[in-house]
């Protein structure tokens, strides 16, 4: 009975929320558009030029490096979001053929110039899940870390050229799979996924604010 009531919810009320949202979002990312890079849209709703040209230096260097990966971004991202997520980091929304990075300060500051290359690994990573995501093969309990593992790999792998010109950022970025970075996102319900990410939203607006009244200082 209570997993006949919890499907009769997602039927009747989250998917319906989603669909709405997703909608909501697309128009968003249309209004908010920054910038474009052969083709992908680059959107912003603070309109942060660090992001844009983290975002555009990252797909200048995939293309130079990389035309095989860049083609995939190409084909499986259509729209690059700074937005923020649940968890932070990286998502990529498989109806929107949308990559949303999660552009916190805090995460991305410390590289300074070269933050741009870890721009470059995650749009990488993301564009992996839209081609899984093509070829059919669900992001399930059962693959989920099988798939997790590939897509860190594709980032490696391109990180392994990046090394020739950058060794020490291509060192720092290297790392062996960890599944245990996404062990909370994976145990969270649809539900609890919504949540975290208002409550991230709201400290996002939190921070938006006291830089503003930093600023008028």
């Known amino acids: 009975m209570g997993a006949r009531l919890a499907q009769l919810f997602v039927v009747l009320f989250l998917r319906p929320l989603e669909k709405l949202l997703k909608r909501s979002l697309l128009s968003l990312q249309a209004e908010n558009e920054v910038a474009r890079f052969e083709g992908i849209v680059i959107s912003d709703g603070d309109d942060n030029p660090s992001f844009r040209e983290t975002v555009l230096a990252a797909l200048q260097l995939i293309k130079e490096l990389d035309p095989r990966r860049f083609r995939r971004i190409q084909r499986y991202i259509k729209w690059v979001v700074n937005v923020p997520l649940a968890h932070g980091g990286g998502e990529y929304a498989y109806s929107m053929h949308t990559c949303r990075i999660d552009f916190e300060q805090s995460v991305w500051q410390?590289?300074?110039?070269?933050?741009?290359?870890?721009?470059?690994?995650?749009?990488?990573?993301?564009?992996?899940?839209?081609?899984?995501?093509?070829?059919?093969?669900?992001?399930?309990?059962?693959?989920?870390?099988?798939?997790?593992?590939?897509?860190?790999?594709?980032?490696?792998?391109?990180?392994?050229?990046?090394?020739?010109?950058?060794?020490?950022?291509?060192?720092?970025?290297?790392?062996?799979?960890?599944?245990?970075?996404?062990?909370?996102?994976?145990?969270?319900?649809r539900w609890e996924s919504l949540l975290s990410t208002v409550k991230r939203l709201l400290r996002y607006r939190r921070i938006q604010k006291a830089q503003r009244q930093l600023a008028h200082r």
């Open 110 to 189: 410390p590289w300074g110039d070269q933050a741009f290359v870890l721009c470059a690994d995650v749009l990488i990573h993301e564009a992996t899940h839209g081609v899984l995501n093509a070829r059919n093969i669900p992001y399930s309990s059962q693959l989920r870390s099988r798939i997790e593992r590939l897509c860190v790999r594709e980032g490696q792998r391109f990180l392994s050229r990046v090394s020739e010109a950058r060794p020490e950022v291509a060192k720092a970025l290297c790392h062996e799979f960890d599944e245990s970075r996404w062990h909370r996102s994976w145990r969270e319900t």
